[in-house]
């Protein structure tokens, strides 16, 4: 069956980087585009962009241009997403999803938090 | 980008009632390709991620007991939740696939009465 494995929990300073792993097993890893989508305390969900792991493609939401980039590692089957720049506003839990036209597939999240 | 608003914001049903959540798209969903709408709908119980549940607009997910059921094309849609059980306690979100940026509505938070 399908799995999606995040990494742990982060906390890190303002203007710092993080860095969230999302291990995919299951199925055909490079067929599927890898969606992020956060949410912070008590909030909705945003979604933030996605990444096609048969070549790299990616596609960012505008309001995280510049700061998130989406890369992928085919050999362990693995897309991290990296947010720089952080403020306490991107104090969220981190979603990676297996697209299928809809999110059928979510990972455990990570919730990084930024606190000075 | 296409907004997806939801109504109500909360809802409070009495158990075996009938619970009734809408949502509205700023563009039509419907995707002349697949001839589907692109329209699918989540319930996220606290601390867990978001679950499937209905996607075009109106095909049960694998497993959905069949109390849930979904309607609506081109702009408007409803989830319904025919008779509300305990388990059903949860926020409610809807979500366009029809293109990028992905988009979801602003979630429905649903308790009992």
């Known amino acids: 069956q399908v799995q999606v494995v995040q990494s742990g929990a982060e906390v890190k300073k303002p203007g710092a980087s993080v860095k969230v792993s999302c291990r995919s097993s299951?199925?055909?890893?490079?067929?599927?585009?890898i969606h992020w989508v956060r949410q912070a305390p008590g909030e909705g969900l945003e979604w933030m962009g996605h990444?096609?792991?048969?070549?790299?493609?990616?596609d960012y939401a505008q309001k995280f241009q510049g700061r998130v980039t989406m890369t992928r590692d085919t050999s362990i089957t693995t897309v991290y997403m990296e947010l720089s720049s952080l403020r306490s506003d991107d104090t969220a839990v981190y979603y990676c999803?297996?697209?299928?036209?809809?999110?059928?597939?979510w990972g455990q999240g990570t919730l990084v938090t930024v606190s000075s | 980008d296409i907004v997806m608003t939801q109504s109500p914001d909360s809802l409070a049903v009495s158990l075996g009632e009938r619970a009734t959540i809408n949502c509205k798209s700023s563009?039509?969903?419907?995707?002349?390709?697949?001839?589907?709408?692109?329209l699918a709908w989540y319930q996220q119980k606290s601390g867990q991620p978001p679950k499937l549940l209905i996607y075009?607009?109106?095909t049960r997910e694998s497993g959905v007991p069949d109390r849930f059921s979904g309607s609506g094309s081109g702009t408007d849609f409803t989830l319904t939740i025919s008779t509300l059980q305990t388990e059903d306690v949860a926020v409610y979100y809807c979500?366009?696939?029809?293109?990028?940026?992905?988009?979801f509505g602003q979630g429905t938070k649903l308790e009992i009465k």
């Open positions: 299951g199925y055909t890893f490079v067929d599927y585009h």
């Open positions: 563009q039509n969903v419907l995707h002349s390709s697949t001839n589907e709408n692109h």
């Open positions: 990444i096609y792991p048969k070549n790299g493609d990616t």
């Open positions: 979500q366009q696939y029809y293109n990028i940026p992905r988009t």
């Open positions: 999803l297996r697209e299928t036209w809809y999110y059928r597939d």
């Open positions: 075009h607009a109106s």
